[in-house]
């Protein structure tokens, strides 16, 4: 079944403590995205890749890192975590091209304390 | 810097009725605009798109416009149906750039 995963789909941390939240997809797709989601702000990018090793920044990338290694992973990192990072994370792929759909995961739940 | 402004953030409607959700974009560079609809606790999903050089484009009880003189889209759901309660987004991208900028959201709610 073609689909994009995440990994963990909850999670609970304290400021400061390193964490990643991975990004897996099986449709070789060339493009992957990160976006936040919060109320009343619509979904907000943070980082996205248009290849392997290419990496850039969205509009709201402050406080998190990303790596594009090989191509059917993007994983998000926050360093030192903090409580306006508190969000619902989405991640997303397509192929590369404008017009294509972009398949989103299921989303990550993450509260920051 | 780019932005997609979304209106209304709420929308009630009787079931049966037209729904329109509309939204501005700032780049006049922008030549793609996809529509997501978000369903609760699901994840997004692309219900339908268009580019810059079309000016309509109907898929059922669904359609979308553009204007690009004034810079703004709307989607336009006919017939409205319990099911097409959720969240929908708009969103606006440019050619050779990866970032996609989504409005914030609209509440549809379709009330039996």
């Known amino acids: 079944e073609a689909q994009v995963t995440q990994n963990p789909r909850y999670l609970i941390t304290v400021t400061g403590k390193k964490l990643t939240v991975t990004c897996s997809q099986n449709m070789n797709h060339e493009y992957m995205s990160w976006y936040r989601q919060d109320p009343g702000l619509g979904l907000r990018q943070i980082y996205y890749s248009m290849n392997v090793e290419v990496t850039d920044k969205g509009d709201v990338p402050e406080g998190y890192k990303v790596s594009r290694k090989e191509k059917r992973n993007f994983p998000l990192i926050l360093e030192s975590p903090s409580p306006n990072q508190t969000s619902l994370y989405f991640c997303a792929s397509k192929d590369v091209g404008q017009y294509y759909e972009q398949y989103f995961g299921p989303g990550t739940r993450l509260t920051v304390t | 810097g780019e932005n997609v402004e979304q209106h209304p953030s709420t929308l009630s409607v009787q079931e049966g009725d037209s729904a329109v959700i509309k939204c501005t974009y700032s780049?006049?560079?922008?030549?793609?605009f996809p529509w997501y609809k978000q369903e609760l606790g699901k994840r997004p999903q692309l219900i339908i798109d268009i580019r810059s050089n079309v000016g309509e484009k109907k898929d059922q009880r669904i359609a979308v416009t553009l204007n690009k003189t004034a810079k703004h889209f709307s989607l336009h759901i006919t017939e409205t149906q319990p099911e097409d309660s959720a969240v929908y987004f708009c969103?606006?991208?440019?050619?050779?750039?990866?970032?996609?900028?989504f409005g914030q959201g609209t509440t549809l709610q379709v009330k039996p």
């Open positions: 780049d006049s560079a922008s030549n793609y």
């Open positions: 969103a606006a991208s440019k050619s050779n750039t990866g970032k996609l900028i």
